[in-house]
């Protein structure tokens, strides 16, 4: 917790994957969007706001559809980049609706202009939302095809002036070795990013993580599945991975 028991960044940028909006199920199939997974994300991310805090989401959308892994006859990478940025949209405004109903006011902000249902991304207009306590879901990807959602999160985060870009993913920090495949490997607790790249752990892709390096922009990756996590984090709690410029300390390397 900090000193004035506010967040421990006064702004966040939360990276949600698309399978956190299909939830979990031991019967198939899981349907692509889920009222339980979305009402679950919005729980986690209506304690955290109750913190005090400004929170700026990035969702992907590969729980409907993802771009870079569509394979179909015809089909340009384009376009199927374009789907995918579609399908963050539906995932943005079922969210919104959400969180709504949990009592967080939410605005869809998207870098595709369809004005029915989102306003148009505006960087100025983000930050007024942000500042006025308004959760802001920034949909649509960058606009443009080629770059992933991870991308949009450190652009988006770098452009608000986030103090973090949080990671929520299904496992709980950055390993040595895939901890699915090895059952020793080791959870770093933080990391620099020159360590990161030296050890060519798979962070994010290229383009954000140099993003996020070249701008100062500190991420954590930590596991969105496990209820409360997003709120200790935030209270201050050491939970995943911090990979940032400051120096790791040899007690927090694995071995």
């Known amino acids: 917790m900090t000193d004035d028991d506010g967040p421990r960044w006064k702004r966040i940028l939360l990276k949600v994957s698309g399978e956190a909006f299909s939830g979990t199920s031991d019967m198939a199939p899981i349907r692509p969007v889920d009222a339980g997974g979305i009402r679950s994300l919005a729980e986690s991310i209506a304690a955290a706001h109750a913190l005090g805090g400004e929170i700026a ?9 993802r771009g870079a892994q569509t394979s179909i006859d015809g089909l ?28 967080v ?18 960087r100025r207009r983000a930050v007024r939302h ?27 985060g770098t452009e608000i002036g986030a103090g973090v870009l949080l990671k929520g993913t299904k496992v709980d ?22 360590e990161a790249l030296r050890r060519n752990l798979r962070i994010m892709d ?11 922009l500190p991420i ?12 200790r984090l935030l209270q201050g709690e050491d939970i995943g991975t911090l990979v940032g410029r400051a120096p790791m300390s040899e007690a927090e390397a694995p071995a």
């Open 220 to 231: 954590v990756v930590f596991d969105m599945g496990v209820s409360g996590n997003l709120e």
């Open 76 to 103: 340009g990478r384009a376009t199927a980049d374009y789907m995918g940025m579609l399908a963050t949209v539906i995932n943005a405004i079922a969210l919104q609706d959400m969180l709504e109903c949990v009592g």
């Open 57 to 65: 989401v990035v969702n992907g959308g590969g729980n409907i559809l």
């Open 173 to 194: 920090g950055v390993y040595d070795r895939d901890p699915e495949q090895h059952a020793d490997a080791e959870r770093f607790t933080s990391l620099t990013f020159d």
């Open 130 to 156: 942000l500042e006025k306590g308004r959760v802001v879901i920034l949909a649509g990807g960058t606009g443009m095809p080629y770059f992933s959602t991870d991308t949009t999160a450190a652009l988006r």
């Open 105 to 122: 006011p939410t605005r869809v902000l998207s870098a595709i202009e369809m004005k029915s249902v989102a306003e148009p991304y505006i």
């Open 206 to 216: 290229k383009t954000a993580f140099t993003l996020c390096e070249e701008n100062d």
